[in-house]
């Protein structure tokens, strides 16, 4: 390139809501590159959006954006390129004379305009349209992330070239010969020489290669550049990069300079496993929707994705998959420097027809295609560009797909491909020319995740199984008996969920059992859901604005329920720690997983407001767990002990087998594991043991341990605690112990399964009653569900219901007072742990809407924020002249298990003791009302 003119600044600027079109100098100014909403352009949005944030400027329409620019003497004979970097629908006039639309929603818009421009003054005017896209966009224009926004951002600039220039250099390594490919098309120009050189510019050990000449007679550049047997491998461990210099040479002038940032490296797959470079990596992905909730917009500069990447690394991630978009050159720029493995989409959620089919749109799929080769054009070259996906939770024709992909790999070769991302849900297939597999299972009951929506049953272990460390995926991925008469009837019509509504469509033809041959990655694996945290509405200082929370905030108010919201959010989120550590290492305990994509470790601000982070939607942590306890099982080393249960009685064997997955580019020859069972003051139990010869295994077997629990006095919390010694490798786990001595003392005791005539008749007695009643004759009530929910209610619970399927429980762990007397003998934290799972999943929590804020149950069950329910599983109070105990569990299903024995002893003990003081009074006919 010669030079160019930066456009950005001040532009003349008008709307077009109706779309009439504009006939008269533009009536206001607005500062580009922005989008109109950033620059509270146009009325003011009163509306509320509920289930995602609201754009307070939200516009749908045309925006007009005209400015002048000046041709001087010194470029009044070259070639013009008008560059836009990010934009929607575009339409370009120089001087009043139309050149042309572009509509790439992933790329630049590139316009030539080189006799359109003249010398002196010109005028610019565009057209952005954000309406009627050849498709709907997927994450690139929802308003679930980051907005339709409409205007132009990143560079805008007047590219300026000799009448001779390269163009569409693209990089291509070889690890092996250490060199690389260079394509180019020359334009302006029948033969001349190129001189090719390279710097490696951010290695701690700087590389000069040495520069080569080579001439050219053709149109089509086709050259290999070797780098030296002392080139620099790329990968998220050897960041090495390099500039390529490539000089165009005619008559002894140099009449252009192209500079390519590239990295060697190879990624490819090997059996089960990706490889970088021929070494095994297992990718801890992380699913991305560009939702920047500050401006509405991805930003195009570099510090904001360094910054965002860095955040993400430091909580173990490797690996982004961007889903229906794909991110800005900056993304990429910042993966290079960092070590990051990118996933870019197309933007698409839907169904790929061919020709055949009577819904086929042409159009649309045209587009579709057209904007995948855009896509490794303009990112190719990059090095953490490795894989490339055609959409979301495609369905339609297999043969149309794989034709795709087959072109898209004959294009372009650097780059593993896969149809799509969990494409046909129930009947997954794999492609002849798929790279590698990404969903959540291979048949209904071959689960390859933890967990589901409701309606996408059956759902997963972590929201199921009695807790335990065993479970992977192994058997599922591969089972060791293959069925060959595996039964899907052909051409069945079934209904899933699609977006945040449903679709019907068209199962596939499945004789027998998927079995992959390729690297399997689960999909979007977590989405636990926590609480709003309303302090987060004060960061919304643009012109999105969490009113979706306002009005979360003003409806925990009206349930006077509001003094509860930060320990709601509190709770909520240890509990969905809890299950990402389980649904996490049981991706790690696979070992015939490829990788995981992660829902995620950042807030989605939309589809009904799923808050399924750890860090909020800014990015930001929420305090719940720091980056280095969850890189302990989210992490490139990860410490894994097998056990099958965390609850047990006093002398009971425990075992455990201890193992490691390990994928460092640091080989280990020998390990020393240091174990200990222990509680805040006493090791109960230690050892060690050492392993002389490794080799190059990813999971290493380690050891198996055992020991008998020590005798305690009634209920005690260990930790079993694991480490790798002189390594930054380590891992623990809660474990509870309980005394065998506990017997269950019901003497003198007003024990009730309801609230019969002689109960009622006792508290107008003023006697102390204590009721455990049917779970069945509980109308007025939620039942028991440990796992947070998934995703989102408000959105599963519509989508349940529109298919007719059994709505999602939609709670989110306890709330519990634990220093409230009851549990002086089952002392407990104040939010959900493993010793409550039988208790709670044995279990309703009675409605109590209407009581007063000081009436708060003793475990309380957190409600989604749509319902908002004052839940409770064990509660108190004054009612008539007596006392009465509510507990909701089935004490006959878990009174055969150590935890549920203990917390009925607790429960005993303080309802005969002297403590027993309800502080908050309930009439009687309430009373009856919440037990119905």
Request: with cysteine; aromatic share 12%.
């Amino acid at each position: 390139m010669y030079a160019a003119i930066d456009l950005s600044g001040i532009w003349d600027f008008q709307l077009d809501e109706k779309k009439q079109g504009i006939s008269e100098p533009l009536k206001d100014t607005i500062i580009l590159p922005g989008t109109t909403s950033d620059s509270k352009k146009g009325k003011k949005n009163e509306s509320v959006e509920i289930g995602c944030l609201t754009d307070e400027y939200k516009f749908e329409g045309y925006a007009w954006f005209s400015r002048e620019m000046k041709i001087t003497d010194d470029i009044c004979d070259k070639n013009y390129f008008l560059y836009l970097e990010r934009t929607r629908i575009t339409t370009l006039w120089i001087n009043n004379i139309k050149v042309g639309t572009q509509n790439s929603l992933c790329t630049p818009h590139i316009y030539d305009v080189t006799g359109y421009l003249s010398k002196g003054k010109n005028r610019i005017t565009i057209l952005v349209d954000n309406t009627d896209y050849p498709t709907k966009g997927g994450h690139l224009t929802s308003k679930d992330t980051q907005t339709n926004w409409n205007g132009i951002i990143g560079k805008i600039e007047l590219q300026i070239f000799n009448k001779a220039y390269l163009d569409d250099v693209q990089v291509y390594s070889d690890i092996r010969d250490k060199e690389v490919t260079i394509k180019s098309k020359i334009i302006g120009a029948d033969k001349g020489i190129l001189a090719v050189s390279a710097v490696g510019f951010n290695s701690e050990i700087k590389h000069n290669v040495e520069e080569k000449i080579f001439s050219f007679n053709s149109k089509d550049i086709l050259i290999k550049y070797p780098l030296g047997d002392e080139a620099f491998l790329w990968s998220e461990y050897n960041r090495n990069l390099y500039k390529l210099n490539i000089k165009m040479i005619i008559n002894g002038l140099t009449v252009d300079i192209k500079e390519v940032t590239f990295g060697l490296r190879e990624f490819k797959t090997s059996g089960d496993k990706f490889t970088i470079n021929g070494t095994k990596t297992f990718l801890r992905g992380k699913h991305d929707g560009l939702v920047f909730p500050l401006k509405g917009f991805v930003p195009m500069d570099l510090d904001q994705w360094l910054n965002v990447l860095n955040i993400s690394k430091s909580y173990g991630i490797n690996h982004y998959r961007f889903h229906t978009c794909c991110p800005p050159e900056a993304a990429f720029i910042a993966a290079d420097i960092l070590g990051i493995y990118m996933e870019p989409e197309l933007p698409f959620w839907g169904t790929i027809t061919d020709e055949n089919d009577e819904n086929h749109n042409r159009a649309e799929q045209d587009f579709l295609i057209s904007e995948g080769f855009s896509i490794l054009k303009s990112f190719g070259n990059h090095p953490s560009f490795v894989m490339m996906s055609l959409g979301n939770e495609l369905w339609g024709s297999r043969n149309k797909l794989n034709m795709i992909l087959k072109n898209y790999k004959s294009f372009d070769n650097r780059h593993l491909y896969t149809q799509g991302s969990n494409n046909f849900q129930f009947s997954p297939t794999i492609l002849e020319n798929d790279d590698f597999f990404c969903g959540v299972r291979f048949s209904k009951e071959r689960l390859i995740r933890g967990s589901y929506a409701m309606c996408d049953a059956p759902l997963g272990h972590v929201q199921t199984d009695m807790p335990s460390t065993i479970k992977d995926y192994d058997e599922d991925i591969f089972p060791s008996i293959i069925n060959k008469n595996h039964d899907v009837k052909a051409e069945d019509i079934v209904e899933i969920q699609f977006g945040t509504g449903v679709k019907k469509v068209k199962t596939a033809d499945s004789k027998e059992q998927l079995i992959p041959q390729i690297p399997v990655v689960s999909h979007e694996i977590g989405q636990y859901e926590t609480f709003p945290n309303f302090e987060e509405i004060k960061k919304y200082k643009g012109s999105l604005k969490a009113k979706n929370f306002e009005i979360f905030n003003e409806r925990l108010k009206e349930k006077n329920l509001d003094h509860l919201a930060k320990k709601y959010f509190n709770s909520s989120g240890k509990l969905a720690i809890q299950c990402y550590k389980e649904e996490l290492e049981s991706a790690f305990r696979s070992r015939k997983l490829g990788g995981f994509q992660l829902l995620d470790i950042q807030d989605f601000p939309g589809q009904g407001t799923a808050l399924v982070g750890i860090l909020d939607a800014f990015m930001d942590s929420k305090g719940i767990i720091s980056p280095k306890e969850w890189r302990s099982f989210c992490s490139d080393a990860v410490l894994l002990a097998r056990f099958e249960k965390y609850n047990y009685l006093e002398k009971e064997s425990f075992n455990a087998h201890i193992e490691l997955c390990y994928y460092r580019n640091i080989r280990l020859k020998t390990l020393k594991l240091l174990w200990k069972l222990k509680d805040e003051n006493i090791v109960y139990e230690e050892g060690e043991a050492f392993i002389a010869h490794i080799g190059d295994e990813n999971y290493i077997d380690i050891c198996d341990i055992s020991f008998k629990m020590p005798k305690v006095e009634s209920k005690k919390k260990l930790t079993l605690s694991l480490k790798i010694e002189g390594m930054d490798i380590g891992k623990h786990y809660n474990l509870w112990v309980y005394s065998e001595n506990i017997h269950i003392d019901k003497s003198g005791l007003n024990i009730f399964d309801e609230l019969s005539k002689k109960a009622i008749s006792l508290l107008e007695k003023g006697e102390n009653v204590i009721l455990f009643p049917k779970l069945n004759s509980l109308t007025n009530s939620i039942e028991g569900f440990y796992s947070s929910d998934f995703w989102c209610y408000p959105m599963f619970r519509s989508i349940s219901e529109s298919m007719k399927k059994e709505v999602p429980v939609g709670t989110m762990g306890l709330l519990i007072n634990n220093t409230h007397p009851v549990f002086k003998d089952f002392p407990c934290e104040d939010y959900s742990t493993y010793e409550w799972w039988s208790i709670v999943s044995n279990s309703s929590s009675v409605i109590l809407d209407g009581t007063s804020k000081n009436f708060s149950p003793m475990v309380q069950t957190i409600d989604n924020f749509e319902r908002n329910h004052k839940l409770g599983l064990l509660f108190e109070c004054n009612v008539l002249k007596g006392k009465l105990l509510v507990c909701t569990c089935d004490f006959e299903k878990v009174r055969d298990k150590p935890e549920g024995r203990q917390f009925l002893f607790s429960i005993l003990n303080y309802a005969s003791s002297k403590e027993f003081k309800p502080e908050a009074a309930i009439s009687i006919s309430d009373i009856k009302r919440f037990l119905s």
